[in-house]
């Protein structure tokens, strides 16, 4: 049976000698001293239901001391490393992780006068690779003596994430190629069926009055047809995107949602935010999109509100309609719409939020600017 160890509040010294003893299994329990009395840890077999408890858990278990050195941890937390809980025991966090994650380890670890706090980092396994994991960490002293963390492998998590981005890169490439077909190939046989009709109305002499206008109205339908034609390829890759940038995209767009929604827009976008990564752009035109569509369907008002606007190296855009609202539960099971701008932004670095009472619904999105790419191959205005 191992012993009882007291740390002090305001005594940092961990001694190569507690951690060993630690790593043996000699210390049972943990107790801090505190202003306020004495907190008590439990460790291995001191609280056997417990110690099951946590031994058994699927996600990695951690507990750090002062320093950051691990004093305690899981056979589900030393698996993920590919180690041993007692190889584990004394190493500090630190050195866990993945150098480029650093920043983010030492802001969950900095901040112990918050009770929880969240963050995204690669674990270094023993093996030398790297894998992605959410780091929930607690202060389970008031004085941020002892660490809890808890840590949830991202690996499958982030392997669909990449197969959504993937095919989403796909569904894009496809709508460039659909929408240029259909404003190359289509609307060049539209054209020239009007050019005929035309000839035909022309040097028609001798029609009857019913096919006189039989031929007036095929001409009619070609043209409407054609306009048809153009707003679909241009809603599938909207070639202003290469063209003039997102802000007249988005311009473009809600001029025609407007006009065929019958819903007022008010719209907030500067006339030139510069150029950002072609895939942000695409990315926060299909928000507005997307966010539009859903307030035609769903809202019942008739008015909404687009703003867009750059801090720097992010864009912010915000859209807001003042209808009936959604249902939490609903929003939280969000059908594909919803959850594929979701995943869209997330996969390039941004946030997507969406919030919505009986006063309205609200989406909220920012993504980095990023670099602009080249010029890609987009049809023609």
Known sequence: MGSNVVISSNDTD??????????????????????EGHTVYTLHNADLPYSTLVQRMQQGAAMLNATGDVIYCNVSFAVLLGTSTEALIGVHLQNLVHPEDSATLQRLLGAPELPSRV???????????????????????????????????????????????????????????IARELHDSVGQLLTAVAMNLGALRNGATNLSPDHSKLLEDSSVMVAEVTKEIRTI???????????????????????????RSRISVQIDVPADLGRVLSEVEIALFRVVQESLTNVYRHSGCNSCSVKLKREEDWLHLEVRDAGKGIPNPAIASSGVGIRGMKERVRHLGGSLEVTSCEGGTMVIAHLPAGEPGGQEDRPAV
């Open 14 to 35: 961990d001694s190569l000698q507690i951690l060993e003893a630690i790593r043996t299994g000699c210390v049972d329990a943990f107790v801090i001293e505190e202003r």
């Open 119 to 177: 963050g995204e980092v690669r674990l270094l396994k023993l093996d030398g690779s790297a894998l992605w994991a959410k780091l929930s960490v607690n202060s389970l002293s008031r004085d941020g003596v002892i660490t809890g963390v808890l840590v949830s492998d991202l690996t499958t998590e982030k392997s669909n994430a990449e197969l959504a981005a993937r095919i989403q890169s796909v569904q894009d490439e496809e709508a460039r190629n």
């Open 233 to 259: 390829s241009h809603l599938l890759h909207p070639p202003l995107l290469g063209v003039a940038g997102l802000s007249s995209a988005i311009r473009w767009y809600v001029d025609g949602f407007s006009e």
